[in-house]
Structures are given as C-alpha cells and as structure tokens.
C-alpha cells in the first residue's frame, strides 16, 4: 500500500494479557517511530528506529514493553501483562527525512 | 519540565479571525521544529516547517525565536476548517533524531 499501515486497528484485552501491534511501514523508509497518544492527550513518544542503529527506546514506559523491527521494515509493539493503563491509541509513523507519515493507530482497550 | 510545552487550550475564535499559537522547547540544541495538524480522531499530518528566517504558507506563518526558544504559528482569516489540534514537534540535535511532541493546542473556529 502508499501509506503507512498497522494492524489490528482495534484491540480489546483482559488486564494480564500480552498484546502485538504490528506496523508496516511506507517501502523504503528509514526511520520508524512509535507514539502513544491517550484520549484528549499528546502524543508519547515510545521508541525509535533509524536504519540498522541501535533504536532509541528512552520513552519505552516500563519493562512490558518491547519493540523489534525486522529486516528494516515491519515493526512489532509487545505488550506484556497489559494494565488498564496501557488503553490508548498507539501509532506509528514512518520517514525517510520530512515528513512523518503516520498510519491510522491501533486503538487499545485493556478491560 | 517537559521538552515542549504547549498551551492546550482551546481558543475559540470567530470566523475570520487571526489566532496565534506559541510553543516553548527547553533544550537548547534543538535543531529542527515543525507544526503538525491533528483532526479529532485522526492521526497528525504535517502543517509546514519552521525556518529560522521565518516562512509563510498562505494564511499560516510560522516562526522561530531561538533567543527565547520558542516557535510560534500565525493562522489569519481563520475557517472552519481550521479546528483541530496543532502540535509543536521538534528535533534535537546530537539526539537520535527522534521527534517530541508537544501536548497540542486545540482552535475551535466557530460561524
């Protein structure tokens, strides 16, 4: 597809369970960035990856969370042992300079 | 402190109006700054860079004063389509390269 797409666009979880959000981003684009962004707030930032650097995980908020990006291109957000607190749309977005191209989000809902 | 501040607002304005929008970054070797746009419910997409010199896209002037480190956007004649959230992003030097994100600052434009 031209745009940056992520997979599911909806997740409803019981607290306790682990979660995948996939990204695929637009071919060619270096740099990947997932974001979390909780209702009526800003936008988090979560990790980073450039190229085949070491990404940049400060915003990553706890231990649960992990993120891989293989063969330079789809990106995998775990969630480990899900709290009500991890509810937020969680978006990733793609570039290969300026600007950011985000895709549509994955809206998760931790029960 | 957060790296990028932004007064959420919302401003209500009346059609036709002219609405300015500051946002202040604490890091001083922060290199590149932009505005992004955000619709209720959508992902952002970038509204326009900010130059040092200052730059104009239409009715949108955006500027930077680094002596005070903050970026500033002018919206004139505003439409109703111009509602939505604005969000500060910048860049800071010597950093990965990740982009934060301020917390955004919500205009209604209203008839």
């Known amino acids: 597809g031209a745009g940056v797409s992520q997979s599911p666009s909806n997740k409803v979880t019981e607290k306790g369970k682990d979660v995948e959000l996939r990204c695929d981003p637009i071919?060619?684009?270096?740099?990947l960035y997932w974001y979390r962004q909780s209702l009526g707030q800003g936008l988090e930032f979560l990790i980073y990856?450039?190229?085949?650097?070491?990404?940049?995980k400060s915003g990553l908020p706890s231990d649960r969370f992990s993120a891989e990006r293989t063969g330079g291109s789809v990106s995998t957000l775990t969630i480990q042992r899900t709290q009500q607190e991890d509810s937020a749309v969680y978006l990733c977005?793609?570039?290969?300079?300026?600007?950011?191209?985000f895709g549509n989000g994955t809206r998760l809902t931790v029960t | 402190r957060k790296e990028v501040e932004q007064d959420p607002g919302p401003f209500n304005v009346p059609e036709g109006a002219t609405v300015a929008f500051n946002c202040t970054y604490s890091?001083?070797?922060?290199?590149?700054f932009f505005w992004y746009r955000q619709d209720c419910r959508k992902e952002p997409k970038l509204l326009m860079s900010v130059y040092s010199s200052g730059n104009e896209d239409g009715r949108f002037t955006a500027q930077l004063n680094r002596a005070s480190q903050y970026i500033s956007l002018l919206i004139r004649d505003s439409k109703l389509s111009d509602s939505a959230t604005y969000l500060c992003v910048v860049i800071i030097s010597g950093n990965t390269g990740k982009l934060i994100f301020g917390q955004g600052t919500t205009l209604q434009v209203k008839p």
């Open positions: 890091n001083s070797a922060s290199q590149s």
């Open positions: 977005a793609s570039t290969s300079g300026s600007p950011l191209h």
């Open positions: 990856f450039q190229g085949n650097s070491a990404p940049d």
């Open positions: 071919s060619g684009h270096t740099a």
